[in-house]
């Protein structure tokens, strides 16, 4: 199980849903929760797109998919690499650390491509977010019924509008499978206040009942998995769930880089 290579011959299915909010205006590190959420995403999408790539060619491995919700729940970004090569946003010229091949880094400049805006209206209709994530799963499991399952990644800062509407929608869209494993699902409270809990293996310590939902709805990362969650930066348990609680922009960043690394293996 979760032995399955991703690639042309057997593209993967990479769904990012982002809370938009209006809590998601205040502030987060150097900038606001939203304006960071949307940056990381499309680190992630350019990451993607560039793993893709192969000399002038690109070539499609994956299908990408970001949902936002708030205002509306919405579909921003769907497709696979080469239709989604152009960032309908433009670019902006951004520094990211790269590694020196001695143990150390340097920064480099990479221009970004902008394919998610940052965004911050209303309250938070989650499981909205998770039924539009389920219908894309079930119609994507039965036409690639062997591939590496679904891995769908969900970041919030706050309580869903409701919570036992979420849950229901959530294990619906957990009991999509391939032959090679069960979707899943990785969760992502960022936010400001408390200690920050990063893949925990059980519900104690927790902060709250909002929390507590997000773990029951995370998915346990398989066994063979756990070398990616190392690869990012992690050092979980056995039975360590896919979910950050408090999250740190920089955990954010590392959170996406795991859900998306089954492509790299």
């Known amino acids: 199980m979760y032995q399955k290579l991703i690639g042309t011959s057997s593209p993967g299915l ?21 304006e960071f959420a949307a940056l990381a995403v499309n680190r992630t999408i350019y990451e993607i797109v560039a793993s893709c790539r192969n000399g002038d060619k690109i070539k499609d491995r994956c299908h990408i998919t970001v949902i936002g919700y708030g205002e509306r ?17 433009g670019t902006v010229i951004m520094k990211r650390k790269v590694p020196d091949g001695a143990g150390g880094s340097y920064d480099e400049e990479m221009n970004l491509g902008i394919w998610v805006q940052p965004k911050a209206v209303n309250g938070t209709p989650m499981d909205q977010a998770f ?95 756990l070398p990616l969650a190392e690869n990012a930066g992690f050092t979980p348990q056995p039975g360590a769930r896919g979910l950050m609680v408090n999250a740190s922009p920089e955990t954010l960043i590392k959170l996406l880089a795991f859900g998306s690394g089954s492509m790299k293996r």
């Open 14 to 34: 990479f769904v990012i849903l982002v809370d938009q909010s209006a809590s998601m205006n205040e502030r987060f590190g150097n900038s606001t929760k939203a």
């Open 73 to 89: 729940t919405e579909l921003i970004v769907g497709g696979r690499p080469s239709q989604i090569a152009t960032p309908p946003h």
């Open 131 to 225: 039924t539009l994530a389920a219908d894309l799963a079930e119609a994507w499991t039965r036409d690639n019924p062997d591939n590496f399952p679904p891995v769908v990644i969900n970041i919030s800062d706050g309580e869903p509008n409701d919570a036992a509407a979420t849950r229901a929608a959530a294990q619906r869209l957990a009991g999509y499978c391939t032959s090679d494993g069960s979707l899943l699902i990785y969760n992502c409270h960022i936010g400001t206040v408390g200690a920050e809990i990063k893949l925990p293996a059980s519900d104690k310590g927790l902060p709250d009942a909002n929390a507590r939902l997000l773990y029951e709805i995370s998915s346990v990362i398989p066994e063979p998995l």
